[in-house]
């Protein structure tokens, strides 16, 4: 079953606390992404990463870190310093503009998190 | 200043008309342009691609347009169906520096077909 995973589904965080978001992807794709979606808005990237071993921040980075060890796996960690985190965090990937010319977005599932 | 509209928030047709959706777009100059669809509590799923240069996009029930003289996309589903329900994103690829490509999304447009 081909695809992108994003664990957990339902997240909650206490004050002061990191939580980190699993993103897994088995569809050999080089670029991988996060994004934040919050209710009435379009999707804002948080960071991105074209290789392994190589990420880039996006348009609201502050506040959250990626890690990209290995080309299946991009986690997303949001930090104390986010004052803000509650809303809907997607995942998504891309085969890559180097190989296709075409930014085509593959999407996982969400996860939603929630401060306590 | 960039910006990014789709036409209202919310589009309610009658089943079996054509739903037509707008996307409207300042400052950019985007190589491409996109369309996701996306359920609630979900995450979108591509559509369909124009390229800068195509005029028209079709797959099935789908069509896209694309003038970059007026800077806008118009996406239109025939014969819509109840299951055609949802909220419809728009997105520009745009390309810098060595073919770096990022995607900017629209706010949706959230489709509602009554039978």
């Known amino acids: 079953d081909g695809g992108i995973t994003q664990s957990p589904k339902y997240l909650f965080r206490k004050e002061g606390q990191n939580v980190t978001l699993s993103c897994e992807q088995n569809l050999n794709h080089d670029a991988m992404y996060w994004y934040r979606q919050d209710p009435g808005q379009g999707l804002r990237l948080i960071y991105y990463?074209?290789?392994?071993?190589?990420?880039q921040k996006g348009d609201i980075a502050e506040g959250y870190s990626v890690s990209r060890e290995k080309k299946e796996s991009f986690p997303l960690t949001v930090t104390s310093a986010q004052k803000n985190p509650t809303a809907f965090y997607l995942c998504?990937?891309?085969?890559?503009?180097?190989?296709?010319?075409?930014?085509?977005?593959?999407f996982g599932a969400g996860t939603r998190l929630s401060v306590l | 200043s960039q910006k990014i509209e789709q036409n209202s928030e919310a589009l309610n047709i009658q089943e079996g008309k054509t739903a037509t959706l707008t996307c409207n777009y300042t400052?950019?100059?985007?190589?491409?342009l996109q369309w996701y669809r996306q359920d609630p509590g979900r995450g979108p799923v591509f559509l369909l691609l124009i390229r800068e240069n195509e005029k028209e996009k079709r797959k099935e029930r789908l069509k896209v347009t694309f003038d970059t003289t007026l800077k806008q996309s118009l996406f239109h589903i025939t014969a819509s169906q109840p299951a055609d329900s949802a909220t419809y994103l728009c997105?520009?690829?745009?390309?810098?520096?060595?073919?770096?490509?990022?995607?900017?999304f629209g706010s949706g447009t959230r489709l509602s077909i009554r039978p």
């Open positions: 990463s074209q290789i392994v071993n190589d990420f």
């Open positions: 400052n950019y100059s985007p190589a491409y």
């Open positions: 998504a990937s891309s085969i890559g503009v180097i190989r296709t010319g075409k930014n085509i977005q593959y």
């Open positions: 997105a520009l690829d745009i390309r810098g520096y060595s073919s770096a490509s990022k995607i900017i």
